[in-house]
C-alpha cells in the first residue's frame, strides 16, 4: 500500500509569490491533518478534514493560509502570498474515525523555503 | 499547543546501550503515542499506549505510562546506530487533536 503522498518534496520561491501544496491520503482514511513543524515552534496542527470537511482551522496562522478537501483522496495547502517566515516543512497525515483514537500516518513532507 | 514535554532535548549514547527517554503531559488523556522521525522525513508511529495501561512492548521498544504522574517512558533496549532520529510523545484526549511535545533527539554513536 502507498503511503500518504505529497508534493512537491521541496519548493523554493520568492517573497510575495504563491505557494501550493498537495497531498493524497492513505486510501480508506476519513481524516486529514496538516501540519507545519519549524525548529522554533515545533509541530504546529493548521487545519483538520473529517470526510472531506474542514473542521477546525483555528491553526491557520492567518488569511494567506487556505486549504481545500474536494474529495477523499486529494487535499491542497495554499499559501499566498508568501512570506519568509513561512518557510518551514510541512506535512501532511491521515488516519481513519475521528482521529485521537488512532495512529496518524504522516506523509514525507514539503520543505518549504520562501527567499 | 504542546502539552507533552520530553526529556531529556537530546541524548547521545555508545550502541548497544539502552536509551530511556520520558514525557510528561498535564491533562487527563485516553491515549499516547510515540512516533520517530529520521533527518528529512515524516513521523513514523512506534506505539501507542491506552489510559487503562501501564505498560506495552514492541520488539526492542518498551513503552510505560503512568497517569498518576502524568507521564511516560520509552526504553529502547540494544540501541543501534538506525535508531538515530527525533522521539516525540503525542496525547490523543477527548477531541481529535493530539497534542505533540517538543521531542528528544537521540544520537546512537557506533
Known amino acids: 500500500d502507498a503511503g500518504v503522498i505529497q508534493s512537491p518534496r521541496h519548493e523554493v520561491t520568492e517573497m510575495g509569490q504563491e505557494v501550493t501544496l498537495r497531498c493524497k491520503p492513505i486510501?480508506?482514511?476519513?481524516?486529514l491533518f496538516w501540519y507545519r513543524q519549524t525548529m522554533m515552534r515545533g509541530l504546529e496542527l493548521l487545519i483538520y478534514?473529517?470526510?472531506?470537511?474542514?473542521i477546525d482551522d483555528s491553526g491557520m496562522p492567518e488569511d494567506r493560509f487556505s486549504a481545500k478537501m474536494p474529495n477523499a483522496s486529494f487535499s491542497t495547502l495554499k499559501i499566498q502570498p508568501s512570506e519568509p517566515r513561512d518557510s518551514a516543512v510541512y506535512f501532511c497525515a491521515s488516519t481513519w474515525g475521528a482521529g485521537t483514537q488512532e495512529t496518524q500516518y504522516f506523509g514525507p513532507g514539503t520543505r518549504l523555503l520562501v527567499l | 499547543s504542546q502539552q507533552g514535554e520530553e526529556d531529556p532535548q537530546a541524548l547521545s549514547i555508545q550502541e548497544g546501550e539502552n536509551a530511556t527517554m520520558n514525557c510528561s503531559y498535564k491533562t487527563s488523556i485516553n491515549n499516547l503515542q510515540w512516533y520517530r522521525q529520521n533527518s528529512g522525513r515524516g513521523l513514523v508511529h512506534l506505539i501507542l499506549i491506552r489510559s487503562n495501561e501501564r505498560e506495552k512492548h514492541s520488539g526492542r521498544l518498551r513503552v510505560t505510562l503512568d497517569t498518576s504522574k502524568k507521564s511516560s517512558s520509552l526504553l529502547i533496549t540494544a540501541s543501534r546506530a538506525a535508531d538515530t532520529a527525533s522521539y516525540f510523545c503525542a496525547t490523543g484526549g477527548s477531541n481529535y487533536q493530539l497534542i505533540w511535545g517538543a521531542g528528544t533527539k537521540l544520537i546512537i554513536k557506533p
Open positions: 486510501s480508506g482514511h476519513n481524516s
Open positions: 478534514f473529517n470526510n472531506n470537511v474542514p
